[in-house]
T-cell receptor, first 108, second 111 residues
Framework: KNEVEQSPQNLTAQEGEFITINCSYS?????LHWLQQHPGGGIVSLFM???GKKKHGRLIATINIQEKHSSLHITASHPRDSAVYIC??????????FGTGTSLTVIP | DAGVIQSPRHEVTEMGQEVTLRCKPISGHNSLFWYRQTMMRGLELLIY????????DSGMPEDRFSAKMPNASFSTLKIQPSEPRDSAVYFC?????????FGSGTRLTVV
């Protein structure tokens, strides 16, 4: 059983579409991270959140602690958003549980 | 800010050889993390340091792996002896309070 489950595994969208990636976790956490990894391998930390909602540009991350669920939304998607998005749950001991990632392709 | 700097970017070595990966965290960041990424297992946390002290090394696969952080600006991950199953991309990340910054990774191939 995975402590962190992401869905969907793969996602293809047309440019401009609103995109949602979901993450459910079963462990107690101190923070939930969303990471972005482009082809070529570099990893960027998009968000670290422990409650509520955070917004950065066209990206929005939300978390519901009671339901142990987080979502990453991309508004007005663009081909440059094509990447793998990884959800990671971190507990107070700084142990991390990683989702398997969602591979997003945005078609022009 | 140059970000988290890892070296080398690529390393190809023969089985049985010692491999040392290096990481320079962002100045002022007090936590440093070593991760390994493979196709089969995805991202895994190997070890992390807080204020140069190893806090949790439960992710280190076995005794062949060791990590040090002699000062706030430098860390190493050593594999001795290396094995083909160690082939992966190894990422270093540093953080201070909110958010993480990842290095570009070291792609290790053990043949």
């Amino acid at each position: 059983k995975n402590e962190v489950e992401q869905s969907p595994q793969n996602l293809t969208a047309q440019e401009g579409e609103f995109i949602t990636i979901n993450c459910s976790y079963s462990v107690g956490i101190s923070a939930l991270h969303w990471l972005q990894q482009h082809p070529g391998g570099g990893i960027v930390s998009l968000f670290m959140l422990s409650s509520g909602k955070k917004k950065h540009g066209r990206l929005i991350a939300t978390i519901n602690i009671q339901e142990k669920h987080s979502s990453l939304h991309i508004t007005a998607s663009h081909p440059r958003d094509s990447a793998v998005y990884i959800c990671a749950a971190g507990n107070t001991g700084n142990q991390f549980y990683f989702g398997t990632g969602t591979s997003l392709t945005v078609i022009p | 800010d140059a970000g988290v700097i890892q070296s080398p970017r690529h390393e190809v070595t023969e089985m049985g050889q010692e491999v040392t990966l290096r990481c320079k965290p962002i100045s002022g960041h007090n936590s440093l993390f070593w991760y390994r990424q493979t196709m089969m297992r995805g991202l895994e946390l190997l070890i992390y340091f807080n204020n140069n002290v190893p806090i949790d090394d439960s992710g280190m696969p076995e005794d062949r792996f060791s990590a040090k952080m002699p000062n706030a600006s430098f860390s190493t991950l050593k594999i001795q002896p290396s094995e083909p199953r160690d082939s992966a991309v190894y990422f270093c990340a540093s953080s201070f309070s909110a958010g993480y910054t990842f290095g570009s990774g070291t792609r290790l191939t053990v043949v």
